[in-house]
């Protein structure tokens, strides 16, 4: 398939721009980021030691309020909303357990009335239903790992083991959810490491990828891509809404998945990242299927040094989008941004110095267009995407 798009291949978009909208209104950690039409976006966030919350927008970024919430948290991972109004959110609680909260319009939040999840990563619509997928680390099934969906905005969640044999492999990390019955959740694992789960200012911190850790407050450590003796990736997917899985593609020594996305239930693209820690192909990567996950095909590789790839969104069926960060020649990390209007076959670069990686992304349109990232001072930034 020749579709594998090199570096040297990228060149820097000039029609396109990223630029900050967040300002003194916004907090300084900032998790997530999701959209219910151009007049209404939200980001999860908060301070450090403090709870966290949603902040939203009904102008485009140009002033956040924090929302209502019923629930205190200490981190909201990730958020989602779907075009009816429906948003959902989750993330640690109070001493290490779940929060999981649902909203009808964004700017007040209720809790769930279940609360399975001790932590998860990723938060999604389900295409076409108007409902939600959690993924993560579940009591239900004696601290092993599924995920929980709604059929009620978020109110109600009903858990889908995710099976020990792939449990013995890796932690599940995320996955999308393209129609009600048909899923991809991907794992991954990196390797074991001295570093420890502190940032530079030495605070706490919760490591959500390799060269990750988010600030917060001292609670019980939840569970993240387990360290191990070297990288692995794992891509799963079921046809059944989760009553059962099969193992579609194992890597070894390459990589460790991040956030995935898909159009429809066969084309889906997924992010993932090795270093030279002993990743035998280094780089931030995008990988693709176009015939339901029987061939996934590296589609986009970044080789510089700590690059890495976090997040991808489709905007229509040839338009997508892929965000992370990467090192740059004086040692500093940069923001990454990556576009396609051919399905994945060419792909544009933007850099944005001001954001070290990009952690969550969303698409009103292909117009209008959302990311949050983290600097190099941990702190975070929202930027906007417009033509």
Not at 11 to 21: D, G, I, P, Q, T
Not at 89 to 111: C, F, R, Y
Not at 304 to 315: E, K, P, S, T
Request: net charge negative; glycine share 12%.
């Amino acid at each position: 398939m020749k579709v594998l798009v090199l570096l040297g291949l990228l060149f820097a978009l000039s029609h396109a721009a990223w630029v900050e909208v967040c300002n003194q209104q916004c907090p300084s950690i900032m998790m997530a980021i999701g959209c219910i039409n151009a007049s209404l976006c939200m980001i999860t966030g908060g301070e450090s030691n403090t709870p966290m919350g949603v902040y939203y927008t009904q102008d485009q970024g140009q002033s956040w309020n924090r929302a209502d919430m019923e629930q205190d948290s200490f981190m909201l991972m990730n958020i989602d909303a779907e075009p009816n109004g429906n948003a959902a959110t989750a993330g640690m609680g109070v001493g290490g357990s779940s929060a999981l909260l649902h909203s009808t319009g964004g700017t007040k939040w209720l809790a769930s009335l279940d609360q399975d999840f001790m932590v998860g990563q990723a938060i999604r619509n389900i295409k076409g239903s108007g409902e939600f997928a959690y993924i993560g680390t579940t009591n239900t099934f004696s601290n092993t790992q599924g995920v929980a969906t709604s059929t009620d905005g978020g109110v109600h969640w009903t858990v889908s083991n995710w099976p020990g044999a792939l449990n013995n492999l890796t932690e599940i990390r995320y996955g999308a959810f393209p129609s009600a019955t048909t899923w991809y959740i991907n794992g991954g694992q990196w390797p074991s490491n001295n570093v420890a789960d502190k940032t530079k200012k030495g605070q706490p911190c919760y490591r959500i990828r390799k060269n990750i850790c988010i600030p917060m407050g001292t609670v019980t450590k939840p569970k993240k891509a387990r360290d191990s003796n070297g990288y692995l990736a794992v891509m799963s997917k079921t046809t059944d809404g989760g009553k059962t899985f099969q193992t579609q593609k194992i890597w070894n020594n390459l990589f460790y998945f991040n956030d995935m996305d898909c159009w429809d239930e066969n084309n889906c693209l997924a992010a993932g990242e090795g270093f030279n820690d002993g990743s035998t192909k280094p780089g931030g990567r995008v990988l693709q299927t176009t015939d339901g996950g029987s061939t996934w095909n590296e589609v986009l590789l970044n080789p510089l040094n700590n690059a890495g790839m976090g997040i991808v969104r489709y905007v229509s069926a040839t338009e997508a989008w892929a965000a992370g960060g990467e090192e740059n020649s004086s040692g500093s990390m940069e923001g990454t941004f990556y576009h396609t209007t051919d399905n994945g076959k060419t792909w544009e670069k933007q850099t944005v110095p001001y954001i070290g990686d990009i952690l969550s992304m969303q698409f009103v349109d292909s117009t209008l267009g959302f990311a949050a990232g983290v600097t190099e001072f941990q702190t975070s930034q929202v930027v906007k995407y417009t033509p």
